[in-house]
């Protein structure tokens, strides 16, 4: 199977999640013998922040020695981002050649007629048995969606991350944080390590819980490890990190938000339990200097300035929010917005109040994404600021420039299908947006 052979195998499935359950991904895994059983693994749960505590975790690992395999969700532009070794994303060559492994498998489960798997199931699947075939010493593995549930958490994770706690995908989560936390810290096996990151307070009784339940080794952000200060320099941060097994001076993490600082400090945690001693200082610097989080507080044009960033929940806006505050001189900030049609709106706008002072609203090309027309309104009443839908993603993307101006901003956010799509526009591929949870 080559390239667009592969995707198209791949594109076939979408739209047959997302379904919650274990039962398909473990018989597929049963079917190929069970290919994450060959590593340990770091499960990385939470609200936010997932997918960069997942980069700088294998950042950390790779630079200790460890060959480390990285899975994360959704991908910005192109589906072989979800898996990487050491940092490099599978090509598209290997990425073809281990879902025609996959498939093989998959075919025969599907013929049975009883049950299609989902998307997120394969490339799950694609990942723990590309990690198989490279030889990670390490999986780092990202949730898709909650825990409990998710195709990941048919894996043992020997650490189990959860980053934070906040409302989002209530419709298959709860509508509590209570609620909420017991699905992400599902992902807690028995024996395993814990770490948690800063959690509410009905979180964190739900994870201590947990954790007596599975006899599991409980390492709480402030309790057990803590940052112990940050400063921001050109780029990124300077930090001080009290760990679980040692102190860590002199750290630059190159990347923008102070929530980054946080989601380094959780990774330091969890690197520590899963080699059970202190790192290497040296080692961790090196590490923690090749960190990269595409979409994240990203600024990829200048004149006006363009940062991506993958808000799109209350939680991420704040972050955002004080991210533009604190990462960038003072400009006039047009908000280039999606979002999907299952998010508080009102409340993650609110966040931006005072912050932007125009808005372009278009599509996500999601079949889920919000229609440009009827979230205009949305956001202009949220916002109390003009905003104009533009169906189109590169004409919505020139519009807010214009309106920007040379010395003003643009900041993209909502949905991290729109950062993929304008990351591609930026950059001249213009990729399509096929992707799903």
């Not at 929940?313 to 047009?334: C, H, I, K, Y």
Request: proline share 5%; charged share 20%.
């Amino acid at each position: 199977m080559d390239y667009p052979a592969a995707l198209a195998y791949l594109d076939a499935h979408i739209g047959h999640g997302m379904r919650p359950g274990l039962e398909r991904i473990k018989t597929l895994l049963e079917m190929m013998g069970h290919p994450e059983e060959g590593y340990p693994i770091v499960h990385v749960a939470g609200t936010n922040g997932k997918t960069s505590t997942s980069r700088i975790v294998t950042a950390v690992l790779a630079a200790h020695g460890l060959n480390t395999g990285t899975f994360i969700s959704p991908h910005l532009q192109r589906v072989e981002e979800r898996i990487g070794v050491n940092g490099r994303q599978a090509t598209p060559e290997e990425f073809a050649q281990a879902l025609s492994d996959v498939a093989a498998f998959a075919d025969i489960f599907e013929s049975r007629g009883t049950d299609r798997l989902t998307y997120f199931e394969l490339t799950t699947a694609i990942a723990f048995a590309w990690f198989s075939e490279m030889a990670v010493d390490v999986g780092v593995v990202e949730v898709g969606l909650g825990g409990r549930l998710d195709s990941t958490n048919a894996a043992r994770g020997e650490v189990a991350v959860v980053t934070g706690i906040d409302f989002d995908h209530t419709e298959f989560l709860g509508d509590s944080l209570a609620a909420i936390a017991a699905e992400k810290l599902a992902i807690t096996k028995q024996g395993a390590t814990l770490v948690t990151g800063p959690l509410p307070p009905e979180a964190r009784d739900i994870a201590a819980i947990v954790a007596e339940q599975q006899s599991a080794r409980h390492l709480a952000y402030q309790r057990d490890f803590l940052l112990e200060g940050s400063s921001q320099a050109v780029g990124g941060w300077l930090c001080e990190v009290s760990g679980v097994e040692g102190d860590y001076d002199d750290l630059f993490l190159p990347l923008l938000g102070r929530h980054q600082v946080i989601n380094m400090t959780v990774a330091i945690a969890a690197c520590e339990a899963l080699l059970g001693r202190a790192l290497d200082g040296d080692a961790l610097r090196r590490g923690l200097e090749a960190v990269t989080s595409p979409g994240r507080l990203e600024p990829i044009a200048s004149n006006p300035l363009v940062v991506l960033d993958g808000a799109h929940n209350r939680q991420g806006f704040t972050s955002l929010a004080r991210a533009l505050d604190e990462s960038f001189e003072p400009r006039r900030w047009v908000l280039l917005f999606a979002a999907m049609k299952d998010k508080d709106i009102p409340g993650m706008l609110g966040e931006l109040a005072g912050r932007v002072f125009a808005s372009v609203v278009t599509s996500s090309g999601a079949d889920r994404s919000y229609p440009p027309e009827d979230l205009a309104v949305l956001v202009s009443e949220a916002l109390d600021i003009e905003a104009q839908a533009v169906v189109e993603p590169d004409l919505a993307l020139g519009t807010a420039q214009r309106l920007a101006g040379p010395e003003g901003g643009v900041v993209v956010a909502g949905s991290l299908y729109l950062v993929g799509l304008i990351r591609s526009i930026v950059e001249g591929t213009h990729l399509p947006q096929r992707n799903e949870r």
